[in-house]
């Protein structure tokens, strides 16, 4: 009897986790969702109730409390209204509780005299913590920001008003852009590689590469 049942129980327990990784995904996927809601409606509680209560904020300060001062602060000396639009969103799993993924974000913002305009994307690291999954880390890269009626052409795309315009890291993360341009043409395609396992896309993409440190003001 343990012999036959065997094979059911396993297959209960693959289907069980099945579709609790389904479930972490679409749980995963609200995430910059309700980060951008919570952000452009300046609810700062239900913002900072998408990280952990030991969220690190700057280099020695921990904890919810410092991280709603932070963005508080953040939101009223830099703009007076956001609006966040969430793109395409990539999820890969290192366990049954942690993740990572990317997630592209076009951006809207009136600071002062200028609207600007931005598209960045965020490396996120994602983990669940009592049965919930929360944003663990959030690496913003950006490609630009531009008053509305002033495309970003050029160097230097991050062009704040009243600021020195400086680089967003919007490539930092992935070796292939230095790669593409420091090759010739044609160098890079004696042969096509094979494609890599379905949960193993971004890290591919990544070539073992370290996270970049990225300015993000």
């Given at each position: 009897m343990t012999t036959d049942m065997a094979p059911d129980a396993a297959r209960t327990e693959s289907l069980q986790a099945r579709l609790d990784r389904l479930e972490?995904?679409?749980?995963?996927?609200?995430?910059?969702?309700k980060y951008a809601l919570a952000l452009d409606m300046r609810d700062l509680d239900a913002w900072t109730s998408l990280f952990p209560e030991d969220v690190a904020?700057?280099?020695?300060q921990v904890g919810r409390e410092h991280l709603r001062r932070w963005i508080d602060d953040t939101l009223r000396n830099q703009f007076t209204?956001?609006?966040h639009h969430i793109g395409g969103h990539i999820i890969e799993f290192q366990d049954a509780d942690h993740a990572?993924?990317?997630?592209?974000?076009?951006?809207?913002?009136?600071t002062g005299p200028e609207w600007v305009i931005m598209q960045?994307?965020?490396w996120d690291d994602y983990e669940r913590i009592g049965g919930r999954w929360h944003f663990r880390r959030r690496l913003p890269c950006y490609l630009y920001a531009s008053d509305l009626n002033k495309p970003p052409i050029g160097d230097r795309k991050m062009r704040w008003p009243g600021r020195e315009p400086?680089?967003?890291s919007w490539h930092a993360l992935w070796p292939s852009w230095k790669a593409f341009w420091n090759a010739k043409p044609g160098e890079l395609l004696p042969g096509v590689?094979?494609?890599?396992a379905l949960d193993q896309f971004l890290a591919a993409m990544r070539r073992g590469s370290s996270l970049p440190k990225v300015r993000t003001r």
């Open positions: 972490s995904i679409e749980e995963i996927r609200m995430l910059p969702a904020v700057g280099k020695d209204v956001t609006s990572s993924g990317v997630v592209y974000s076009k951006n809207e913002h009136e960045m994307l965020y400086y680089e967003g590689s094979e494609p890599v």
